[in-house]
């Protein structure tokens, strides 16, 4: 069984960093595209990065310069590093990859990680 396990959120001040990383464990055959989404207190989720198993990255417009997103594929994890964090940028981060088990790739998510930005 294929899961997506995630780590690093908590609560900080505006203007700090955090790093969110997210492991994706069980039996697969290949990773494609991985990425982050959020999702703020009665909003819609949406994207906030992604990566190509290649490297192409593609950023949402609001965290485009602060945050960076990288993977690792010897050990299949997406990272998600945050800086010059905002108040609106409080919000369940999930974990998103596509993968193929066989047959077809799949789309798995995370359980989610709070990141709360606070004075």
């Known amino acids: 069984q294929v899961q997506l396990v995630e780590s690093g959120g908590g609560l900080v001040q505006p203007g700090g960093s955090l790093r969110l990383s997210c492991a994706v464990s069980g039996r697969h055959v290949s990773i494609g595209a991985m990425g982050?989404?959020?999702q703020g207190p009665g909003l819609q989720r949406?994207?906030?990065?992604?990566?190509?198993s290649g490297g192409t990255t593609h950023y949402g417009d609001s965290v485009r310069g602060r945050f960076t997103i990288s993977r690792d594929n010897a050990?299949?994890?997406v990272y998600l590093q945050m800086d010059s964090l905002k108040p609106e940028d409080t919000a369940v981060y999930y974990c998103h990859s596509d993968i193929y088990t066989g047959g077809d790739?799949?789309?798995y998510w995370g359980q989610g990680t709070q990141v709360t930005v606070f004075s």
Do not use: Q
């Open 36 to 38: 982050w989404y959020r």
């Open 46 to 52: 949406v994207l906030v990065a992604s990566i190509l």
């Open 75 to 77: 050990i299949n994890t």
């Open 105 to 107: 790739y799949r789309a």
